[in-house]
Nanobody, 123 residues
């Protein structure tokens, strides 16, 4: 079992970059695929990016591909989401989630969730 905790959110301007971090407790962090999701006001939660347990495999939503990069440091039990060329439409609460074994993009496939961190992009 892991408990993800997100950090790094904030208020930035369009075009800026921001890196989110997610640290998860537990001794078997590398056994978990990790995902980033986001939820904008009045919208459903959506998939952003995911990474396999050892960091070899990644997946991205089309709307962030080429702008966002997911990575992880298993020695630190931490997964990162580097966001660049941010747009106002990237404004959302960003959630980190974990699931055993393989990458999935569906929300329902993730068992463990953080509380989220707010990212606001001003125009």
């Amino acid at each position: 079992q892991v408990r993800p905790v997100e950090s790094g959110g904030g208020l930035v301007q369009a075009g800026d970059s921001l890196t989110l971090s997610c640290t998860a407790s537990g001794r078997t962090f590398s056994s978990y695929a990790m995902g980033w999701f986001r939820q904008a006001p009045l919208k459903e939660r959506e998939f952003v990016a995911a990474i396999s347990g050892i960091g070899v495999g990644t997946a991205y939503a089309d709307i962030v591909k080429g702008r966002f990069t997911i990575s992880r440091d298993n020695a630190k039990n931490t997964v990162y989401l580097q966001m660049s060329s941010l747009k106002p439409e990237d404004t959302a609460v960003y959630y980190c989630a974990a699931r055993l074994r393989t990458i999935r993009t569906q929300i329902s496939e993730y068992n463990y969730w953080g509380q989220g961190t707010q990212v606001t992009v001003s125009s």
